[in-house]
């Protein structure tokens, strides 16, 4: 049976969202189940990009600052650190209201641009992983994901989070080995199981709704949500955001692999009433996987089936950030000519569907468009 406490938190003002975690953390035990005295514990918050906090693209920096000081407090040695897939780490940061806390609190920012390859002779998809030296020098990590909508997963939130010890660009190398939706998952599971954080702590005080996980709309959930079983952790937030959790990948291949459970009659509920926290109406989609993502599925009928990123030319500034990101080589979006007046153009026929140009997007202009024929075969559901 596992165990996820919630815990109710109405703002962001920190002796609130301390409280907050202190009760969460009391009630899987304590502070003593997760660390010991002179520890060495490295927050892993989700930093993807360099946004301010109030847009929840990012972790909010007053849950980082009020676990970083409960930590502090009881003699455990702390740094940070997070490998955003465009901007440079301490730009980010800086932005999201990391570097001034963690400045006065005497934290490292850990070098996450340097990586070490590591054979994982237990993973299912993946026996060979390229992560940030730091994450390996003996650390124990303490995860602090974003609840956040996601382009090709449905749902960032424990699972996704540990992506981020991936360094910078060498992300997207892994969008075009595994274009399909399902092995990313696969994939996304090992890197957790590999990396097995020693306690997740969900922000879901304000979630991101809608174009996720950059490009979306704020959404107040007032939740703080504690585990150490981030499939279990992971349901829970399909529970309350309203979306199955058999329809987010990485959740059905955590359970099939052993990293967890998401059956509701397998987790215990700690700490306040989850129906106090639902949001029927949460904007998901809620549709199943994209058949376009099956192997069987090529060029003609994977463009008519297949959701693809779309750019709203009338609101694009033209940074060319959506060019930079696409990991395909040639490109699949890229400037007509030279003088980058017009907007990038995708050439769909080369487009894996990976997504990263939305994700990255710092203008928020470019959404994923369904095919008419994609709603169609989608019209089921669990």
């Known amino acids: 049976m596992s165990e996820v406490a919630l815990i109710r938190c109405e703002s962001y003002e920190n002796d609130k969202v301390k409280d907050a975690i202190i009760k969460g953390m009391n009630l899987l035990g304590g502070i003593g189940n ?36 409960i930590l502090i407090e009881y003699g455990v040695q702390v740094s940070y650190g997070d490998s955003p897939g465009f ?14 806390i963690a400045d006065k609190l005497g934290l490292i920012l850990e070098d996450f641009k340097e990586g070490k390859e590591i ?21 124990g990590i ?15 939130c424990c699972i996704k989070n540990q ?27 090992d890197l957790d199981s590999l990396i097995k954080p020693r306690l997740y702590i969900v922000d879901g005080i304000q979630a991101m709704e809608g174009n996720g996980p950059h490009g979306g709309k704020p959404r107040k959930i007032n939740l703080l949500l504690f585990g150490t079983d981030p499939i279990a952790l992971d349901a829970t937030v399909c529970r309350i955001i309203n979306i199955d959790p058999r329809l987010v990948p990485t959740i059905k291949y ?13 987790i215990k509920l700690l700490g306040d009433d989850i129906n106090n926290f639902k949001q029927n109406d949460f904007d998901i989609d809620r549709s ?12 003609f009928m994977k463009n008519l089936i297949t959701p693809k990123p779309v750019i709203n030319n009338s609101r694009c500034k033209k940074c060319g950030a959506c060019v930079d990101i696409c990991p395909v080589r040639p490109k699949a979006l890229n400037w007509i000519d030279n003088t980058k007046t017009e907007s990038p153009v995708y050439n769909y026929k080369k487009c894996i ?6 994700e990255f997007c710092p203008h928020s202009v470019i959404t994923i468009k369904k095919p008419v024929l994609n709603k169609i075969l989608n019209f089921g559901k669990f």
């Open 34 to 69: 997760f660390v010991k005295y002179e520890d060495k514990i490295l927050l892993k918050p989700n930093l993807l990009s360099n946004a301010a906090p109030e847009k929840c693209v990012t972790t909010h920096p007053s849950v980082f600052k009020a676990i970083a000081e």
């Open 87 to 100: 901007f440079s780490t301490k730009n980010v940061a800086k932005k999201a209201g990391f570097s001034d």
């Open 119 to 139: 054979d994982y002779k237990d993973g299912r998809q993946n026996k060979k992983f390229l992560i940030a030296k730091c994450i390996l020098e003996g650390k």
């Open 142 to 156: 303490i995860s602090l994901p974003k609840i956040k909508t996601h382009g090709s997963q449905k749902l960032t």
């Open 163 to 189: 992506f981020g010890c991936v360094p910078g660009l060498l992300k997207t190398q892994f969008h075009v080995k595994l274009p399909d939706t399902y092995e990313f998952a696969k994939m996304l599971v």
């Open 254 to 266: 955590g359970e099939k692999f052993g990293r967890g459970v998401y059956q509701e009659n397998k």
């Open 288 to 299: 199943k996987i994209n058949p376009g993502d099956k192997k069987f599925l090529f060029g």
């Open 353 to 358: 569907r990976c997504y990263c140009c939305q």
